[in-house]
C-alpha cells in the first residue's frame, strides 16, 4: 500500500512555543476579532470621553468635567426629552404587545382563515421605514391637511378636526403599528414550538379551554412575550424618525430628536449629544443585558428539533371576526398609509384632498430622472447611495458574520465568550448613539464626507443581524462536518469553502437579504453622518420634507417603500421567519 | 523499511498523554502501542477520556503533555513544540454522527479525500468506484447524503475514511447511533473491510460486546487512566479489578479474605454473607497473599445450580426469580444476603422458592484486589 509521507521536518525540527500558533486560523480569526473590536469598542470610548468633556462658553476648547451631566439634569427640554422618551417607549410598548400578542396567537392556534397569508402578510409593517409611516399618518390625519380629517367633514360636515397625531399620542400610534410586528415574530415562534402535550394533560385533569389557556399557554409563552417586550421599549426609544416627524415640531422633543439637535447645525456641542447618547445607550443596554441574560434563559419552548403540530383551536363563526381583525391591522399599518402616500404623490401640491384632474406623475419625474436638470440631487443622490451602501455593507457585514459565528462556535476558551459579547453589544445601543460616537471619532479623519464612514457604522451596528442567521446554521450542523474535511485533509481553509460555508449559505442569503432591507431604509445614523453628496434614501426624504413639499417627499416614501417591499419579497423565499427575530 | 524492525516497535504510538480541560484531567497520563495492521479499543463509560485520547491522535485537540507517533514520524509533542495539523497527518475517520456532508453526492464525499491528495480525476473516480464497492454502495455513487439511511451512511463514511489508504483510521463511537440488529451486521462487516484493507485501526467504544467482537487488543480506561489492556479474551476471564470485571460483561462480586495460598497463584477466599459462610478455592491476581481483603469475580454462566447435594452442603441457597432468556436461564439465588446471578441451561427447571445447591469452578473464580 502507498502511504503518502508526511513531512520529517516535523520530526526533526525544534520549532518554538509560538511557531503553533502561526495558523491559517488563527491568522484570520484574530484579524477579524481585532477589526471588529475595534470598530465596535471605539466609538463607545469616544461616547464616554466626551460626554466627560466640557465645551467652554465660546465652543473652542474643552476641559474635563461633570457639567454636562449636570446641564442635563437642569436643562427643561432635555428633562421634557426623557419624559416624553419614556411615555412613548411604555406606550407603543403596551399597544405594540397587545396588537402583537393577540395576532400571533390568532396565527399560530387557531383556525383563522386565510391565516398562511396573513403571516408574510402582518411582518410587512416591521420592514417598512416608521419615519416614512409617520409622514403618511401625518398626512393622513394633521389637524388641518390630513385626508382622513377632510374625508370627516366632507362625510360628515364635522368642523375641526377628529384625528390629530401631530402629538406624543401620534408618536405613539405609530412607533406601536410598526412595532407590533416584532412582538408578533418573538411570540408566534414561542405559540409554535410549543409541545402540545403540555396542554393536552391540563385538558385532561379537567381544565377547560380558557383556564388551559390562562394557567398553562400563556406562563409557558410569557418570556417569550417579555422578551419581545423589552425589544420594543429599546427600539422605541432608539427610534428616531416618528418622534421628529410627529412630536418634536409640535413641542414632544425626545432623547433621539435632542441627540440630532446636538449633533448638527450652528449649535452643535458634540459633548452635550456624548452625554445624551451615553444616557440612553446605558439604558437600552442594561435592558438588552436583562433580556439576553435573565429571559433568554428562561424560555421554555426553545427549539428542540422535534416538529411540533401544536394545537389548534376552532374558533367557530368567530374565526371571521379574527380574519377581520387581523385585516384591519394590515389596514392600518399597510395599506392606509401607503394609498395615502401614493394619493399625495400624485399631487404635484397636496392641499388636503385629491384634485383627480390635477394628477401626474411629474413627481417621480422629478425624483427618478437624475440626468434631467430639474431633479433634485440629494433624493437622487440618495437612492444611488442607498443601493450601494446596503450592497456593499450586506456583503461585508455577512462576511464579517461568516468569521465571527464560526469564532463563536467552533473555537473554544475566553476569545469565543469575548466576541460572543461583541456581538450582542451593538443591539444594545439605538443607531443614533452609535452614530454620535462615530462621528466624533471619525470627524477628523478623510473618511469623514464620504460614503466609508456610513458604511463603516451601518455595518458596526447592524452585523449582529447577519451573525444571527449564520449562528443559528452553524449551531444545528454538527462540528463532526468540519473535522472530518481536515482529516480528509483539507486545511482550514479550504475545509471553510468546500464544506463550511455551503453548509452556511441558506443563512448567508436570508442574513444579506435582512441587512440589505435593514441599511435601505436606515434613518438616524445617516442623518448624524451624512454630507452634502453623501445623503442615503431615508436622508432623501428627510431633505425633501424640511426643504421641498410634501408631495415629493410623498413620492421618494412610496419609492422606498416599493423597493423594500419587492427585498421583503425576496428575503421571504429564502429564510424562514426564525431568522427575523431581532 | 524493514518489515522486522517495523514489528519490533508499535507503528502507533502514544506515550504519556496528558489532555486537560479547565481543572479535569480528561486524559491522565496513558500509554500504549498499536502494531502495524493491528485493533485497538479504547472502551469505557462516556467521560473516561477515550474520544479525547483519539481527538489527540487526530489532531482535532492539542495535548498538554506526551508524544504521539505513527510509523515513526513525531506527529505531536508538547515538550517539542510539534504539531501536525490534523490535514497533514494522514488519518482516516469514521465519526459518531457519521459526518456525510449534506451538499455533496455520495461520490464527491469519498472523492473528497483524493481531491485533498490532488490524485487526478481518472484514478479518482476509479478508487471511488471501488471502495464503493467494497463498503457495498455500488449503487449509490450518484445519492445525495441525505437520501441514505443510517446504515447507509455508515458505509459512506468508512469508504471516504480508508479510500485514501491512510496510515490509520480511527473510529469514534461509528455503531452508536444504529439500532441493534443493524449494529451487530455491521460489526463483523467493519471488522471484515479493516482486515481487508489492513489498516492499523484505533476504535472508541462504550459498547462492551462490540469491543470484544472486534478488537485484537482492548484498552479499558476509567477517569482518563488505563485500568487494563490485553486481548478480548483476557480481559474477559481475568479482569484485574472490579471496574473492568463490571464493565466487561456480568459478574458475582464477594468481598471476603484470602485465607491461604494453596500454590502459586491458587488459594481459598473465605466470604462471609448474613449467616452463610462459606471457603471457595479460587485463582489468585496479582498482589494478593494469605490475609488480604480482595473480591472474589465469578461470571454467572460459570456458576453451576444443581438439586443435588454437590457434596458442599454450606454452599445452598433458595431460587428468589428465574428469568427465560431464550438461549438461557437467568437466575438469582439468594445465599446468606448475598443475590447470585447464575446463567443457567435453558432446559433446566428450577421454580421460584426452590433450594438449589451452588457449585464454583475454582479456576473460572477470580480474587482481585478490591
Sequence with gaps: MKIKAVPEKAAGSQPTRWAGLVTQENLITSFVGLMVAAAVFLPLLALIVGSFRVLDVLGFGSEWGLDNYREMARVSIIRAAFLNTFVISTGATILATLVGVSLAWLNARTNCPWRENLELLNLIPYFLSPFVGAIAWHNLASPQVGLLNNLARWLFGTTGHILDVDNIWGVIWVTAIFHAPLVYLFVVGSLRRMDPSLEDSARTTGAGLLRTTLTVTLPLVAPAILSGMIITFVTSSGEFGVPFKLGAPYGYPTFTTQIFTYAVGDDANYQMGAAMSMTLGIITALLVWVQRRIILPREYTTVTGKGFRPNIIDLGSWKWAALGYNLGYLFIAVLLPLGALFLVSLHKVWQGYLIPSQMTFANYERILFFWRPESIQPATNGIGNSFILAFSGATIAMILAIAMSYMIHRTKGFGSTMLDFLCVIPIGFPGIVLAMGVLIVYIQTPIYGTLWILLLAYITRFFPYGQRNTSSILLAISEELDQSSRMSGASWLTTLRRITIPLLKPGIFAGWVLLFIVFLRELPISIILYTAGTETLSVGIYYLQEFENESLTSTLGVIQSLALLICVYIFRRLAGREALTA | ?370
Design chain 2, 1 to 370: 523499511m524493514n518489515p522486522l524492525e517495523n514489528s519490533a516497535a508499535p507503528y502507533l504510538e502514544v506515550q504519556n498523554l496528558v489532555k486537560t480541560f479547565g481543572d479535569d484531567r480528561a486524559v491522565d497520563n496513558i500509554s500504549f502501542g498499536v502494531p502495524q495492521g493491528g485493533f485497538v479499543t479504547l472502551l469505557g463509560p462516556s467521560g473516561c477520556g477515550k474520544t479525547t485520547t483519539l481527538m489527540c491522535i487526530a489532531g482535532l485537540h492539542k495535548l498538554d503533555a506526551g508524544e504521539i507517533r505513527v510509523g515513526g514520524t513525531l506527529y505531536t509533542s508538547a515538550a517539542r513544540h510539534v504539531f501536525l495539523p490534523p490535514e497533514q497527518r494522514d488519518i482516516g475517520m469514521v465519526f459518531q454522527s457519521y459526518a456525510i456532508w449534506p451538499h455533496m453526492t455520495v461520490a464527491e464525499n469519498v472523492a473528497y479525500p483524493l481531491e485533498m491528495r490532488k490524485v487526478g480525476r481518472a484514478e479518482i473516480d476509479e478508487r471511488v468506484n471501488q471502495v464503493l464497492r467494497l463498503v457495498g454502495l455500488g449503487d449509490m455513487a450518484d445519492k445525495l447524503a441525505t437520501q441514505l439511511s443510517g446504515g447507509q451512511q455508515q458505509r459512506a463514511a468508512l469508504a471516504r475514511a480508508i479510500v485514501s489508504r491512510p496510515r490509520l483510521l480511527l473510529f469514534d463511537e461509528p455503531l452508536s447511533n444504529l439500532d441493534l440488529k443493524l449494529r451487530e451486521q455491521m460489526r463483523i462487516e467493519l471488522k471484515r473491510i479493516q482486515q481487508e484493507v489492513g489498516i492499523t485501526s484505533v476504535y472508541v467504544t462504550h459498547d462492551q460486546s462490540e469491543a470484544l467482537v472486534m478488537s485484537d487488543e482492548i484498552i479499558v480506561m476509567s477517569k482518563g487512566r488505563i485500568e487494563q489492556r490485553g486481548g478480548p479474551r483476557d480481559i474477559y476471564a481475568r479482569p484485574v479489578n472490579r471496574y473492568v470485571s463490571n464493565f466487561i460483561g456480568v459478574a458475582n462480586m464477594l468481598d471476603g479474605v484470602v485465607v491461604r495460598v494453596t500454590a502459586p497463584g491458587r488459594g481459598e477466599f473465605e466470604v462471609t454473607h448474613g449467616n452463610a459462610r462459606v471457603l471457595l478455592p479460587c485463582r489468585l491476581g496479582e498482589g494478593l497473599g494469605e490475609g488480604s481483603s480482595a473480591v472474589l469475580s465469578v461470571r454467572p454462566e460459570d456458576v453451576r445450580a444443581t438439586r443435588e447435594d454437590g457434596g458442599n452442603p454450606g454452599f445452598a441457597g433458595e431460587v428468589l426469580q428465574t428469568i427465560f432468556l431464550g438461549n438461557c436461564l437467568d437466575c438469582r439465588v439468594l445465599w446468606g444476603t448475598f443475590e447470585w446471578k447464575v446463567l443457567a441451561h435453558p432446559r433446566t427447571w428450577l421454580r421460584r422458592g426452590e433450594r438449589v445447591f451452588l457449585r464454583l469452578d475454582p479456576e473460572r473464580s477470580l480474587a482481585m484486589k478490591p
